[in-house]
């Protein structure tokens, strides 16, 4: 159980166009979602929070506007990378904390290539 | 807000030999520690977590211990294996749901045949 459901797991797109990426919890609701970016050899690094039915929290350094984050339901959560440029090619990786005491869940992660 | 150091950052080791893997915190509110496994273009995988009112966890050849008072935890592998080569992240989180994960910068783990 616990499973979050990453989509796509790659993708390469042109400098200036956008790109959406889904997770979804696939067999628990999902209230609270984070979204982590890693560069090459470098740690997760949370880029905001989002939460169904409100405004994401980002965190310092991240612009909510080329970052779209959307939680329109307790199972989907998306982000999407407007005009986006070479400097944003990274992992990104979403996570959710499930009803359990195991910890949080990872999705399987987009490796976002914009050339 | 709760700030994660981990060392080293590259471990090699023999295969057989022991790898330790360092971590501390800043935030004493911070209370579940969770150790995570990386393949190289895949989602980290939990491999142990620790909760504060516990100093020492051990699950087969994975073992972590903490000291609140001093603020650090550590992830202990015995008898390495090949396979055991990954990167290892360290995080720390005020609870086990509903709060964000504090990353460690990651270790890069070599397991030398």
């Known amino acids: 159980g616990a499973v979050v459901s990453q989509h796509p797991s790659r993708v390469i797109c042109k400098s200036g166009t956008s790109v959406k990426i889904e997770c979804r919890s696939l067999?628990?609701?999902?209230?609270?979602m984070f979204w982590y970016r890693q560069f090459p050899k470098q740690s997760l690094m949370l880029m905001a929070t989002?939460?169904?039915?409100?405004?994401?929290?980002?965190e310092q350094g991240v612009e909510k506007d080329k970052f779209l984050i959307n939680h329109a339901s307790l199972t989907l959560s998306t982000l999407t990378v407007t005009s986006a440029h070479p400097e944003d090619s990274s992992f990104y990786i979403c996570?959710?904390?499930?009803?359990?005491?195991?910890?949080?869940?990872f999705g399987s992660g987009t490796r976002l290539t914009v050339v | 807000g709760e700030n994660v150091e981990q060392h080293p950052s590259t471990l090699s080791v023999q295969e057989g030999d022991s790898a330790v893997i360092k971590c501390t915190y800043s935030?004493?509110?911070?209370?579940?520690f969770p150790w995570y496994k990386q393949e190289l273009g895949k989602r980290p995988q939990l491999i142990i977590d620790?909760?504060?009112?516990?100093g020492e966890k051990k699950d087969q050849r994975i073992a972590v211990t903490l000291n609140k008072t001093a603020k650090h935890f550590s992830l202990h592998i015995t008898e390495t294996q090949p396979e055991d080569s990954a990167v290892y992240f360290c995080?720390?989180?005020?609870?086990?749901?509903?709060?964000?994960?504090?990353f460690g910068t990651g270790t890069s783990l070599t397991v030398i045949p």
């Open positions: 620790i909760r504060s009112n516990v």
């Open positions: 935030d004493s509110a911070s209370n579940y």
């Open positions: 989002s939460n169904e039915g409100s405004k994401a929290t980002y």
């Open positions: 996570s959710a904390p499930p009803p359990s005491r195991y910890g949080y869940t």
């Open positions: 067999d628990f609701q999902a209230t609270t």
């Open positions: 995080a720390a989180s005020k609870g086990a749901t509903g709060n964000q994960f504090y």
